[in-house]
């Protein structure tokens, strides 16, 4: 199956620091890309989708110039997290629907797991 | 919006006995995918099995079969002879025309 590689798997930053996460869709291109945020013991929470050269569309009360987002080629999305704070801990996972004509599948990456000090 | 419920936080089942998972959600499209993804304790999503809504056959895969109802706007998820590997979460999801909305989750243990 297609394959979502998501880096890096955790990261842990001062509060105030920017930090970025990547995900690339590695043998297939991806015109849409979704970030999902997931806190602990809790369900998937789409933050935006990403599309390839256009803005990300966001999420209600996702705040997109916390959360920047830049989709500038078809096998790389990232997502930015300025100004970190604490509260932005979380478990943040990167999808990308497959080829066209396929199946409607989301494939995942490994997820990022975020630590703001 | 799309939504989609999961009415059981939690369920139980023991080794090489059936459980079946609930699920329910909400749309005016007509065209759309179902899909059940298991999230075990590594948080990599793992697709489980899907569903094409234009398709009355209930999907199967192996062990793991859908009740899909279309009008009632049901999918669940039953699981046969489970297995210890099988504890893990469980989302329910939706894929429409824009994006892949989750249920909230169902966290299945499995006894031994």
């Known amino acids: 199956g297609a394959v979502v590689s998501q880096h890096p798997s955790w990261v842990i930053c001062k509060s105030g620091t920017s930090v970025k996460i990547e995900c690339r869709s590695l043998?297939?291109?991806?015109?849409?890309m979704f970030w999902y945020r997931q806190f602990p013991k809790q369900s998937l929470m789409l933050m935006a989708t990403?599309?390839?050269?256009?803005?990300?569309?966001?999420e209600q009360g996702v705040e997109k110039d916390k959360f920047l987002i830049n989709h500038a080629s078809l096998t790389l999305s990232t997502l930015t997290v300025t100004s970190a704070h604490p509260e932005d801990s979380s478990f943040y996972i990167c999808?990308?629907?497959?080829?066209?004509?396929?199946?409607?599948?989301?494939?995942f990456g490994e997820g990022s797991r975020l630590t703001v000090l | 919006a799309q939504t989609v419920t999961q009415s059981q936080p939690e369920m139980s089942v023991q080794e090489a006995e059936t459980v079946t998972l609930s699920c329910t959600y909400d749309?005016?499209?007509?065209?759309?995918?179902l899909f059940w993804y298991k999230q075990p304790p590594s948080r990599q999503m793992i697709l489980v099995i899907r569903q094409e809504a234009y398709k009355q056959q209930n999907a199967t895969e192996n062990r793991f079969s859908v009740n899909f109802q279309k009008a009632a706007k049901s999918f669940s998820l039953k699981i046969s002879d489970s297995q210890l590997g099988d504890a893990a979460m469980y989302f329910c999801?939706?894929?429409?025309?824009?994006?892949?909305?989750f249920g909230a989750g169902t966290r299945l243990t499995v006894k031994p």
């Open positions: 999801a939706y894929s429409g025309n824009n994006d892949m909305r």
């Open positions: 999808s990308a629907r497959g080829p066209p004509g396929g199946t409607g599948e989301l494939f």
């Open positions: 043998d297939f291109q991806a015109t849409t």
């Open positions: 749309t005016s499209e007509s065209d759309y995918y």
């Open positions: 990403s599309n390839e050269g256009s803005k990300a569309t966001y």
